[in-house]
């Protein structure tokens, strides 16, 4: 890390779109002396159904961008990019990168009792087989079933939560999942948690639903104090929190104004490609 980035830097957040407010939503919650500033790749959003090369490359830009704000840390709010990027960033880039897979593997791993746990993510995400292998590095004797459920995004991005569509979509892809007796089913994807009380109507009561993004804020809380990069809050910011996308800056707004317990005045937009 490099020196100008002190304690009062914002911790830098990312996703393909606005699934990552999720988390950042969390982050202000848990460490609210932090300022974030997050970025939605609005532009290229969904990363789920492109290939490891592009989602590396993607998020190699992204970091670049976040380091020209000073971040002190960075979040990769997003489950497919933290799949598939997070070891390769984390070679290339002198800066702490946090990802969700690990903390949300952690939280099932705790909270299965008969050791079957089960994962919704995006095709990427599904495919890599990442939240298997490290939840059985964890705990061998875990039985893990992973699905991919690619049409959850765009209704997510849409804004199609009350819609009918979406509880036909929820019940054909979690149909095959509801007939297993798994006890814990993981959100591996930053966009579901938006979904959660209709995934919630469709599995039942009878299933936990883990949602990593409590755990990544608690790990970045872990990471901060560690490092004794806490922000002890003392400087009073203009603006804690500042919403960059690369495409459709209103349309993020609006939305992002629905997923945070706080007014989002602005979305700046940025030429993400450039970096
Ligand atoms: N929200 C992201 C994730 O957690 C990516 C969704 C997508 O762009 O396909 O996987």
């Not at 704000?69 to 497919?80: D, G, R, W, Y």
């Not at 892809?173 to 469709?202: A, N, Q, V």
């Amino acid at each position: 890390m490099s020196m100008e980035n002190g304690k009062n830097a914002p911790v830098g957040v990312f996703d393909s779109g606005v699934g990552g407010l999720t988390v950042a939503r969390e982050i202000s919650r848990q460490l609210p002396n932090e300022n974030i500033i997050y970025f939605g790749d609005t532009a290229r959003v969904p990363y789920g159904s492109k290939s490891q090369n592009t989602i590396i490359r993607f998020s190699e830009q992204i970091i670049r961008f976040l380091k020209t704000k000073q971040v002190k840390a960075i979040v990769i709010a997003c489950n497919t990019a933290s799949a598939l990027a997070l070891d390769a960033v984390r070679d290339e880039f002198d800066i702490p990168i946090l990802g969700v897979v690990i903390p949300g593997a952690r939280a099932a791993v705790e909270a299965t009792g008969n050791k079957k746990v089960g994962v919704v993510g995006t095709d990427a995400t599904v495919q890599s087989g990442m939240y298997t292998k490290i939840i059985q590095g964890m705990a061998p004797d875990i039985t893990v079933i992973e699905k991919a459920c690619p049409l959850f995004v765009p209704l997510v991005e849409e804004g199609f939560k009350e819609h009918q569509v979406t509880r036909e979509v929820i019940e054909y892809y979690l149909e095959p999942m509801r007939s297993t007796d798994i006890d814990t089913m993981i959100l591996g994807c930053t966009h579901y948690p938006l979904l959660r009380s209709k995934i919630r109507e469709y599995m039942g009561d009878k299933i936990q639903i883990v949602n990593p993004a409590y755990e990544t804020a608690m790990d970045l809380k872990k990471l901060l104090h560690e490092r004794d990069m806490e922000n002890d809050g003392k400087t009073v910011q203009h603006s804690r929190y500042a919403f960059y996308v690369s495409d459709a800056a209103e349309k993020f707004r609006k939305f992002a104004n629905t997923v945070m317990p706080f007014d989002v005045p602005t979305t700046n937009v940025v030429n993400i490609e450039e970096y």
